[in-house]
């Protein structure tokens, strides 16, 4: 199984920032990784797909790149509502298998 | 417009079976590519995988939850079905159904708001 390793656990940034979140896998995943943001009491956002796809209506400051086992979640300028948990997640190209990371909290410095 | 909304028990008791239902609106699951999943997210915790069935009723599922799952759908209604059997303490969880467009993303695209299970006797 595919184990993603989400860095830094807690992200303190104050609005206008720009905010680099990692994602690590265990090993190679391709560019099958996406992903999320969540916020109290609501179900995830998908944001990014297939590493660097932004979903449909997701803004353009946030931007995604890597692949293999590396990859990176940018918000280029934070705004308020941007304050949340990401997760980053895989699949496996066959059978479709998915696991996610442990989340990375952004919250207001 | 894509919609899907989760329904089952809020308390199960331990070694009880766990039946959660997921309907949905705005795709069918008749149609080529199209996919639901379940996922689940303990309190405070993080988002695990469950499974995944799609148009062509092939079905997938979490390798360390697979003896105790089951998922199936019903396509003239909208829903598709989870089973969990022998429930414990630790699968109390926030249940998500959501949306997979097999054909193209592979991702969850859209989801339900989940609904809460506690199991506790």
């Known amino acids: 199984e595919i184990v993603l390793t989400q860095s830094p656990a807690t992200l303190s940034l104050s609005p206008g920032e720009r905010a680099t979140l990692s994602c690590r896998a265990s090993?190679?995943?391709?560019?099958?990784l996406a992903w999320y943001q969540q916020k109290p009491g609501q179900a995830p956002r998908l944001l990014i797909y297939?590493?660097?796809n932004r979903a449909t209506g997701i803004p353009a400051r946030f931007s995604g790149s890597g692949s293999g086992t590396d990859f990176t979640l940018t918000i280029s300028s934070l705004e308020p509502e941007d304050f949340a948990v990401y997760y980053c997640q895989q699949r496996s190209n066959w059978p479709p298998m998915y696991s996610f990371g442990q989340g990375t909290k952004l919250e207001i410095k | 417009q894509v919609t899907l909304r989760e329904s089952g028990p809020a308390l199960v008791k331990p070694t009880q079976t766990l039946t959660l239902t997921c309907t949905f609106s705005?795709?069918?699951?008749?149609?080529?590519?199209?996919?639901v999943s379940w996922i689940r997210q303990p309190p405070g915790k993080a988002l695990e995988w469950l499974a995944l069935?799609?148009?062509?009723?092939?079905?997938y599922y979490s390798t360390s939850l697979k003896t105790r799952l089951t998922i199936s759908k019903d396509t003239s209604k909208n829903q598709v079905v989870l089973t969990m059997t022998n429930m414990d303490p630790v699968d109390t969880a926030t249940y998500y159904c959501?949306?997979?467009?097999?054909?193209?993303?592979?991702?969850?695209?859209?989801w339900g708001q989940g609904t809460l299970v506690t199991v506790s006797s």
């Open positions: 090993q190679s995943v391709s560019s099958y």
């Open positions: 705005g795709f069918s699951l008749s149609t080529s590519g199209m996919c």
């Open positions: 297939d590493a660097s």
């Open positions: 069935i799609d148009w062509d009723d092939d079905k």
């Open positions: 959501a949306r997979i467009r097999c054909d193209s993303s592979w991702y969850f695209d859209y």
